[in-house]
């Protein structure tokens, strides 16, 4: 009896596609992990032009590389930095173009500080070391000021309080109110364009923003950086009446004089020198945190409805292709900087080139070596005539002490016979021989009247 054996079919195999296996990991991922809190420490971080935000979360043994988009950026109350340790809100995804996972961050707070709180001391920081809070840089309130200008709610208590303190102290003071938001995210902007519609109407001599006590986000939009420098840069002086009197902000410190609160404002810009003791508290600050309290509820149970899957591919999509573009943006700047700083290097070396054999800088130093040889030709010249010079000189003067004529000149005389001989005896001469005598002036001729043996000359 025999037995019949099959052999085994290998197991069927499933090919991927790169993107395939990319697209399935990431639906994986996102669908485990949609809604993750992660604490860490910021590092590696860089703002794209896009406004989107990229950084690496790590702790001591692990990192993830993160990405905040730009608009939950911009809903940030603070500034990421590196260093910075916090706690990050988002999901896990994978970047599908380089097959790499990394965290999509929704929102972001510090650990240990409030974010509104370290977004104060970041501004405060930057604006201190540029010199904006200087006493220096602080100008005096008007004496007697005929108008002032009040930016602030038109509806809310803080007018009132300041047009009460003003009618009764100082009745012929004018007030303009300019009707701004003093809370929520427009209220800076808001702010910032009533100081700047003062500056411009020239009707008020100076300008008071007011707004009641609150927590620190209720005064948030006077801790802006942008409303801070339109107070700087306001050529009307700015009283700062926000907040009760252990309330500071940011416009506070850079405005020209704080007010412990908008009453204390209007005290002092009637002349008052005390300062209110009572802080008036707001009944709308109720209402306004009530509302901010609800509004919160409700983006909490937004945030925990899920969206259409439609909605969430393309906002996916959209995302992947701005970070494709903003991963290629930064290679083409490194790339044109790269590129750029080789061109100035062979520029530089070509510069350097031209330089030693150009013909006119080898002209220059010729010319000037020859003007430093003539220089010195002509002053050896000038030194070798001058030895030459007192050389012959000595040479006269000893040649002169040497020759006969120097005896002449003290009354002596040569006396030569008709052939040019010195005559130095009277022996030997003839009668009626012809001699010519020479003295140190001339010369003359005489002839011998006696014979030599008498000795005597004509």
Known sequence: MGFLFEAPQPPQRHIWKVSELAAELRAQVEGEFSDLWIEGEISDLRKAASGHIYFTIKDETAQFSAVLFRRQASLLRFRPEDGLHILLRGKLSVYEQRGQVQLIAEHLEPVGAGSLQLAFEQVKQKLQDEGLFDAERKRALPLFPKCVGVVTSPSGAVIRDIINVVTRRHAALELL??????????????????????????????????????????????????????????????????????????????????????????????????????????????????????????????????????????????????????????????????RAQTSMQRLQQLSASLMRHDVSHQLRFTRNRLETLSTAMLRAQSLDMTTRRNRIESLERQLLSLSPLGVLQRGYALVYDQQGNLLRSTAGLQQGQQLTTRLSDGSFESRVSTSSTERNDS
């Open 177 to 338: 109110v300019y009707p701004a938001i003093v809370q929520g995210e427009s209220a800076a902007a808001s702010v910032a364009a009533g100081i700047a519609y003062f500056n411009q109407s020239r009707e008020v001599d100076l300008i008071v923003i007011a707004r009641g006590g609150g927590s620190l986000e209720d005064l948030a939009p006077f801790n802006s950086e942008s409303l801070a420098r339109v107070i700087a840069n306001s050529e009307l002086p700015v009283v700062s009446a926000v907040g009760h009197e252990t309330d500071f902000t940011i416009a506070d410190f850079v405005s020209d004089l704080r007010a412990p609160t908008p009453s204390a404002a209007a005290e002092l810009i009637t002349g008052a020198q005390h300062r209110v003791e009572e802080r008036i508290e707001l009944l709308s600050q109720r209402l306004h945190r009530a509302a901010r309290y609800a509004v919160m509820q409700g983006r909490e149970r937004f945030a925990r409805l899920s969206v259409e899957a439609a909605l969430t591919r393309m906002q996916s999509g959209i995302r992947q292709r701005q970070q494709r573009l903003d991963e290629l943006a930064f290679r083409m700047e490194t790339s044109w900087q790269r």
